[in-house]
């Protein structure tokens, strides 16, 4: 009998593996209550700058804290860190994508109980990010006006590992001619019924819904939290 090919069957080890490492970190999270949303995009779909406003915005009432993925540079972390959230820089060399293990290690020496809300930026990349589940809660695929409508087509798998999608940069939408009903066309297609925000982290048009979808999870913790007392 044939067996499976040497590489696939590596390939399939390791996201046997990473699976396990997630499912350890999603009950973490859970248990000490975090909610863990997940950012993943190509480059410069302007996720460092959604995140930028975001920990901004939800630092006020929340206690919010992010991980940023990058292959070489420590850049986005140096930029996050203006917005006082504790945020820590995950280089992967020459690892295209995150992975389960490389999260649990730039969380260590954090109290996971004294966040409400984590943020984990992957490595701009659409394809492999798909393949590898990192405990998260919610996972967001940001796309940018500038990339074209038929992007969801092209990058399905992502799409339907995703929960939220996020189209950005909509300020320069009539500049670049988008078409916002392709856009949504496309995603529909891909995954009908997906929820999907709008928004300008520049101008801020947008922002507001996107916290609001948050919300209801805060709640919740809350009403569990109560329970518990
Ligand atoms: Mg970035
Ligand atoms: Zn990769």
Redesign the pocket.
Known sequence: MMGTPRLVEIRQNVLKQNDLLARNLRQRFNDAGVMVISLVSS?GA????F?EKTLAALSSQYRVAAL?G?LATE??AS?LARTQAPVRQITTGTVCHLEAAMVERALEGWNLSDLDFLFV?NV?NLVCPSSYDLGENLRLVLMSVTEGEDKPLKYPTIFNSADIAVITKIDLASAVEFDLQAALCSIESVRPGMHVIEVSAKTGDGMEAWYQTLRPHQIKKREITEQAK
């Not at 302007?46 to 700058?49: A, E, I, Q, V």
């Open positions: 480059p302007g996720k460092t700058l995140l940023v990058d850049n986005d930029r930026e701009g």
